[in-house]
């Protein structure tokens, strides 16, 4: 197959771990793959040297006729079997090409998250009828779409993954570099928070519940982020900001927690929960959309409901004080993110899927 994995964004992000890490699994199993991406995106210098065939794309504007013709010339050179557009510029201008080619090309579009706005009928009705099929990441984000009318049937569970092989990264000594940079000490309780800006306010306050003597780091946001939640609350936990890490760091980073914590309600996965399963750290996560495909409370993980602060803090503790379930977690955990949740399962299920889709195309 020839595939175009098509993203304007590219930024560091769960999503473009999980793009990347689908290219290159694709390419690996002999497909030629393309990706168009912006050059300065971090999703660029992921797949550099690699053997993906990447390609620089300007990412004008949803409507940009240039962008366009740029992707209908880049189809029809390349014989592109499949665009699989990421995200919301990139399902504009892939639906816009396709329309352009008369349909000769399957698009696809993949949902990774719940949308801050479905856009009514019409786009919906836009997105339907301009794509051959929607992937989304899990049967969670499958039902927010349907209740806002997209049909069952134009949809395709797929979830992300995560490869054994990066965590090879991770090394002690890499760990005790972290752990001197941000202060911290051999035996120091610390909660981690992993995510771009996601409701980490509410893990703010849940510190007001807690022992003054828990530290919790928070990496993928800017230092100073929540200083007016920490401010109102009183907190007088320390709280630590990692700021951007690159890949290694981020992975390294986990050994310093006890607990990871995602606050999110957005999220369509949360692969960032994943991560922390595969290097033995329990999580507590909000009750939520896609998180809940991922987490099945007091197995693999813990929950909490949105809002519910005194249920946050407590989830958090428990996992400090019950060596029990900690172990239980830990072990469950380790499990979901590599049987469950491999990436080979991710990589195997779009390659049948795209499949299926051209063989469909070709016997019409």
């Known amino acids: 197959m020839n595939i175009l994995l098509l993203t304007y964004e590219g930024k560091m992000a769960g999503s473009t771990n999980s793009i990347s890490f689908l290219a290159l699994g694709l390419a690996e199993k002999g497909h030629k793959v393309y990706v168009c991406c912006r050059r300065e995106s971090l999703l660029y210098t992921l797949l550099e040297n690699s ?13 940009s006729l240039k962008d366009v013709l740029f992707l209908k010339q880049l189809v029809q050179r390349n014989n592109i079997h499949i665009i699989n557009a990421q995200s919301s510029k990139d399902r504009y201008i892939s639906i816009f090409t396709r329309w352009l080619l008369a349909k000769k090309v399957i698009v696809v579009h993949t949902r990774r998250q719940r949308p801050r706005s479905m856009g009514g009928s019409i786009q919906n009705w836009f997105y339907v009828k301009g794509t051959d099929k929607v992937v989304v990441v899990g049967d969670e984000l499958k039902k ?16 992300n993954g995560t490869p054994a092989s990066q965590y090879d990264v991770v090394s002690s000594e890499k760990v005790e ?4 940079r941000f202060g911290l000490k051999k035996g120091d309780r610390v909660i981690g928070c992993v995510s771009r800006m996601k409701e980490q306010p509410q893990l703010i306050q849940a510190l007001a519940l807690l022992p003054a003597n828990i530290k919790v780091v928070f990496a993928g946001i800017k230092p100073g982020s929540l200083d007016k939640w920490i401010d109102a609350y009183g907190i007088k936990n320390e709280v630590i900001y990692a700021g951007l890490l690159d890949r290694t760091e981020v992975l390294n980073v986990y050994k310093l927690f006890q607990v990871n914590v995602l606050t999110s309600t957005m999220d369509g996965f949360g692969l960032v929960l994943v991560e922390a399963m595969a290097l033995e750290v329990p999580v507590v996560a909000t009750n939520a959309y896609g998180i809940k495909d991922v987490i099945k409370n007091e197995v693999n993980g813990l929950l909490f409901e949105n809002g519910d602060i005194s249920g946050l803090a407590r989830q958090i503790m428990r996992t400090f004080d019950d060596d029990s379930l900690r172990n239980t977690l830990i072990q469950n955990g380790k499990k979901t993110a590599f049987e469950t949740f491999s990436i080979q399962k991710t990589i195997d299920h779009y390659e049948d899927f795209f499949n299926a889709l051209i063989d469909n195309k070709e016997s019409r």
């Open 177 to 180: 570099e972290l752990r001197t």
């Open 144 to 159: 927010v779409f349907t209740g806002n009318g997209y049909p069952p049937s134009h949809l395709e569970v797929i979830y």
């Open 51 to 63: 053997n993906v065939n990447l390609i620089p794309m300007k990412f004008r504007g949803r409507f």
